[in-house]
């Protein structure tokens, strides 16, 4: 089950439907479809590519609630007026008054394998918004982690690609736009 469809009919001449969006990017793979009148309508995933199983949200709030996210109850917006609000699966569950750290000490989290690689997690700035997705159903690819020291040490690593386990991460489709 790698494959998706279009829903509209296939005798139509409408171009942007049978064509990839920027989003698609590492997902679908831009080659395999069929030809003729499904051409562009059927598309299959790219070879890497998987969709998410899904974890609790639960541990992930508990989580935060020991990190120093104060739960949406008991907020209130005069004492912090910019502070970041914490999505968990859609749902407003908290706010945060240091999203940098926070965002950092969480990643971390999810590098160690403390949380479920599948977690996506999305800090929008502008908005003051973090957002962790567990949900199951998110299509996701494997992307590399280069630190700004990661740099090959020998001639034959700096030659090939040469990868550690740690630096591989699971990230799902909205990590694109950080």
């Not at 069929?34 to 992930?60: F, H, R």
Request: glycine share 8%.
């Amino acid at each position: 089950l790698r494959r998706t469809n279009t829903p509209i009919g296939r005798d139509g001449k409408l171009a942007k439907p049978r064509q990839l969006h920027n989003t698609h990017w590492g997902l679908v793979c831009p080659a395999e479809t069929p030809e003729g009148q499904a051409c562009g309508l059927v598309k299959n995933l790219s070879l890497m590519c998987y969709v998410s199983v899904g974890t609790p949200g639960e541990p992930i709030i508990d989580f935060m609630i020991s990190r120093g996210m104060e739960i949406i109850e008991e907020y209130e917006q005069t004492q912090f007026p910019n502070s970041t609000k914490i999505f968990v699966n859609g749902v407003w569950v908290g706010v945060h008054s240091d999203p940098k750290d926070l965002v950092r000490e969480v990643r971390q989290t999810r590098r160690s394998n403390i949380i479920s690689s599948e977690v996506s997690l999305i800090r929008d700035i502008r908005d003051r918004e973090f957002k962790i997705f567990s949900d199951a159903g998110r299509v996701m690819r494997p992307l590399f982690i280069v630190e700004p020291g990661d740099t090959p040490k020998t001639e034959h690593q700096r030659g090939n690609l040469y990868l550690t386990k740690e630096m591989v991460e699971q990230l799902g489709a909205t990590h694109l736009a950080e």
